[in-house]
T-cell receptor, first 116, second 116 residues
Framework: AQKITQTQPGMFVQEKEAVTLDCTYD???????LFWYKQPSSGEMIFLIY??????QNATEGRYSLNFQKARKSANLVISASQLGDSAMYFC?????????????FGQGTELSVKP | EAGVTQFPSHSVIEKGQTVTLRCDPI?????LYWYRRVMGKEIKFLLH????????ESGMPNNRFLAERTGGTYSTLKVQPAELEDSGVYFC??????????????FGPGTRLTVT
């Protein structure tokens, strides 16, 4: 069965430091995509970064990078130089290239708090 | 370009009542998804429309939930009669293309439903 696991319910980080949010997944499919979304207190879901299973390089988007280790089935999000505005819930999600219609499977989320 | 919008933002109803949630996807997006996050749990897929057709409704919890997308534009999700366990945040997302890596899903702000 396909499953996403985020083992850190809550994380704290000092402003300007880097933080890694863990995400592991379980699938027997070879072709899939991994996503990270941010949900601030206002409630909207903001797309952050995407990694394809066949991408050889780790994805990066500004201060966000995805540490993709396919053999270990992990897709950790690294946020560099944390800012107070990074405080939010972060969700890891997975989607498949087969005919499953593109639905996303989400992890439980990690609540990140950035301390000044 | 307007994003995905959802109405209402909050709804408080009594057990046994009916509630209808609405989602307006991004114009031109054929794919529309409904997800739900029950308190403290992961976000779960409910169903997927391609234009006006239900592509996948495997996540619908029971027959008290009815989703429609007449004309392939906006979608409604009706809960009738509502139960306490239906409380949560209901998200709508839309995408231009449904294959993983080829169609990022854009989420709406969600509707927070509270059943008392």
């Amino acid at each position: 069965a396909q499953k996403i696991t985020q083992t850190q319910p809550g994380m704290f980080v000092q402003e300007k430091e880097a933080v890694t949010l863990d995400c592991t997944y379980d699938t027997s499919d070879q072709s899939y995509g991994l996503f990270w979304y941010k949900q601030p207190s206002s409630g909207e879901m903001i797309f952050l970064i995407y990694q394809g299973s066949y991408d050889e390089q780790n994805a990066t988007e500004g201060r966000y990078s995805l540490n993709f280790q396919k053999a270990r089935k992990s897709a950790n999000l690294v946020i560099s130089a944390s800012q107070l505005g990074d405080s939010a819930m972060y969700f890891c999600a997975m989607r498949f290239r087969n005919n499953q219609g593109g639905k996303l499977i989400f992890g439980q989320g990690t609540e990140l708090s950035v301390k000044p | 370009e307007a994003g995905v919008t959802q109405f209402p933002s909050h709804s408080v109803i009594e057990k046994g009542q009916t509630v209808t949630l609405r989602c307006d996807p991004i114009s031109g997006h054929d794919n529309l998804y409904w997800y739900r996050r029950v308190m403290g749990k992961e976000i779960k897929f409910l169903l997927h429309f391609v234009k006006e057709s239900k592509q996948d409704e495997s996540g619908m919890p029971n027959n008290r939930f009815l989703a429609e997308r007449t004309g392939g534009t906006y979608s409604t999700l009706k809960v009738q009669p509502a139960e306490l366990e239906d409380s949560g945040v209901y998200f709508c997302a839309s995408s231009l293309r449904r294959l993983a890596g080829l169609g990022e899903q854009y989420f709406g702000p969600g509707t927070r439903l509270t059943v008392t």
